[in-house]
């Protein structure tokens, strides 16, 4: 029992660390993209992403292949949630950006496209090749 106590007090002094060096210790540094990618002269992207601990604020994009992005340190305990609503003209979206994958997949940069028929998704240098419909906007 001590042996998992002094384990479980190690990470949590591990993620305080991460937090204030500014480093990823245990984790890769991760990125995540919001991209316009909407019809020429239609309505702005509007954009809203958080996590519990941190909000990203509100943002506008204007005009295609314009982009909003951030870099974070994945949390051990506990884990990493942002999700993002988005809204274009009339219809809109909320979706998790990125949901703690710890050591799931090889993935460090997220691609979130905002298309005319809905939401895309890619990943690390297979963006802009290959794109996976993910959503659908409402309204």
């Not at 051990?76 to 799931?104: M, Q, V, Y």
């Amino acid at each position: 029992m001590a042996k998992i106590l002094l384990l479980f007090f190690v990470i949590i002094e591990l993620n305080i660390l991460q937090n204030f060096a500014g480093g990823c210790f245990l984790a890769p540094k991760l990125e995540v993209y919001i991209i316009h990618y909407l019809p020429p002269n239609s309505e702005p992207l509007k954009l809203h992403c958080a996590s519990k601990d941190n909000d990203l604020g509100n943002h506008t994009l204007y005009d295609a292949n314009q982009e909003f992005h951030w870099s974070f340190c994945e949390n051990i305990i506990p884990n990493t949630l942002f999700f993002c609503h988005l809204w274009w003209g009339s219809k809109d979206i909320a979706f998790d950006a990125f949901r703690s994958k710890l050591i799931e997949d090889d993935i460090d940069t997220y691609y979130w496209i905002a298309m005319r028929d809905g939401i895309y998704f890619s990943y690390d240098d297979k963006f802009p090749n290959f794109l996976m419909k993910k959503y659908d906007w409402n309204g």
